[in-house]
C-alpha cells in the first residue's frame, strides 16, 4: 500500500473521528512502518487503547490483553512490537523468551505499580496455602509470586476454576470488588502494616489489594445519573476496572472485547462508554452508524506515550528492548499460561 492508498483506507476507517491532516500525515509513517515491519520479520500487536490511526493502519492484531496474549503466544515472527504498556510487552516476552520484544516508549501503568513481589509473599505468609489470582496488569516478578493470571475478560471463570474457598486476587480493587459482586464472595482488603478489625478476618472468600486504575477509578454514578437524566434510553458500558457502583448502574459491564462485541450486536439510540477515549474513539470509528455520546474524560497517559513516530523509532533503532530475568521468567511463564488455558 503506498501513501495514498494508506491515506485512503484510513480515511474510511476513522475519518470520522481523526481530522483529515492528520490522517495524510500519519498515512505516510504507516507506510514506512509496515515496510519496516516486513523488513525485520516483526508482527505489531496493538491494544485497544491505541489512538485510531495506529489501531487501524499498522496493527497486525489488535485485543485485550487476552486476546494479545494469545497472539503473542502463537506469533512465529522474529521481533514482537507491543504498542501497549510494559507488562504487556513483558507478558509478551515471557510467552516468547528468544524473540525481541520492542515497546516503543516506557509507557507504565498505575495499577502495575501499585503491588511489588514482596507484597505478594507478605500476603502469601499472611495467609498460607490460599491461591493468588494476579491481574494481567502487573509486572513479571508479581506474576511470578502467583499461582495463575486473569484479565478483565476472564477473571471470574479463573477465580471459579480454582475450586477454593478463598482466594487472593491482586492488585485491583474495583475489578476484585466487581469478581467478588459476581461470584458472590466476601472480600476484604487487609493492609500488612496495620492490624486489622478481628472482625474483618471473619467470613471472607477473597482477600484483595487497594490498587486502581487511574483512568477508570474516575468514573462515577453522578456521571451515570447525569447522562440517564439527559439521555433516559441510553445502553450504558462500563469496564470492570471501574468501582462497583458504577459497574452495577450500567447496563453492560466486561473486557474491552466484550464491550466491543456488545455494540456491535445491540441496537439502542445512544451509547456511552465508560472506559478510555481511544478505546471510545475506536469502537465509534468502527460503529458509524451508532451514536456513541462522547464522556471522554480520561486518556490513559500511559497508553497515550506509544505513537506513530516512536512506533517507527522502534523498529529503525530496535528500542526499548523488554527482558525478562530468566529466573523470575519461568515461575511468572506458569502462571499465564494457566490464564490462557481457560480462555
Ligand atoms: S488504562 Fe489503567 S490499567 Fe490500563 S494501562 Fe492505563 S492506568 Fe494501567
Known amino acids: 500500500m503506498n501513501s495514498q492508498q494508506m491515506y485512503e483506507h484510513l480515511k474510511s476507517m476513522v475519518g470520522n473521528v481523526v481530522p483529515d491532516g ?30 485510531p490511526i495506529l489501531y487501524n493502519s499498522i496493527s497486525d492484531f489488535v485485543g485485550d490483553s487476552l486476546e494479545l496474549s494469545r497472539k503473542a503466544a502463537a506469533t512465529d515472527k522474529d ?31 498505575s495499577l502495575a505499580a501499585s503491588i511489588t513481589a514482596a507484597d505478594v509473599r507478605a500476603l502469601k505468609e499472611r495467609f498460607p496455602g490460599v491461591p493468588v489470582v494476579t491481574y494481567v496488569n502487573t509486572y513479571a516478578d508479581v506474576k511470578a509470586e502467583s499461582d495463575i493470571c486473569c484479565t478483565s475478560g476472564n477473571a471470574v471463570a479463573v477465580v471459579e476454576s480454582l475450586g477454593s474457598q478463598t482466594v487472593i486476587f491482586l492488585p485491583d480493587e474495583f475489578l476484585a470488588g466487581n469478581v467478588a459482586r459476581e461470584t458472590g464472595k466476601h472480600i476484604i482488603f487487609p493492609t500488612l502494616t496495620i492490624p486489622d478489625a478481628p472482625s474483618s478476618d471473619l467470613d471472607y472468600q477473597m482477600i484483595g489489594w487497594n490498587g486502581r486504575c487511574e483512568v477508570h477509578e474516575k468514573y462515577t454514578l453522578d456521571d451515570i ?24 448502574a450500567c447496563d453492560f459491564s466486561g473486557s474491552t472485547m466484550a464491550m466491543i462485541k456488545y455494540v456491535e450486536n445491540t441496537h439502542a ?32 497517559p500511559h497508553m497515550n506515550q506509544i505513537t506513530m513516530e516512536n512506533t517507527l523509532e522502534s523498529l529503525q533503532q530496535n528500542k526499548i528492548v523488554i527482558e525478562v530475568p530468566e529466573e523470575i521468567r519461568v515461575r511468572a511463564v506458569r502462571a499465564v499460561e494457566r490464564m490462557i488455558a481457560i480462555g
Open 22 to 51: 492528520e490522517i495524510r500525515y500519519k498515512a505516510e509513517i504507516a507506510v514506512e512502518i509496515n515496510r519496516l515491519k516486513k523488513e525485520r520479520n516483526a508482527v505489531i500487536l496493538g491494544h485497544n487503547y491505541m489512538e
Open 79 to 109: 521481533v514482537i512490537v507491543f504498542c501497549g504498556v510494559k507488562f504487556m510487552a513483558e507478558t509478551a516476552k515471557i510467552l516468547n523468551p528468544t524473540k525481541t520484544v520492542l515497546l516503543p516508549a516506557d509507557a507504565g501503568c
Open 225 to 248: 445519573t447525569r447522562v440517564r437524566e439527559q439521555y433516559p434510553d441510553v445502553l450504558i458500558l462500563a469496564h470492570p476496572e471501574c468501582s462497583p457502583e458504577v459497574t452495577a
Open 269 to 300: 439510540p445512544h451509547y456511552l462508554l465508560l472506559t478510555e477515549c481511544s478505546m471510545g474513539e475506536n469502537i465509534a470509528a468502527a460503529n458509524p452508524d451508532k451514536n456513541m455520546l462522547r464522556l471522554c474524560m480520561v486518556r490513559c
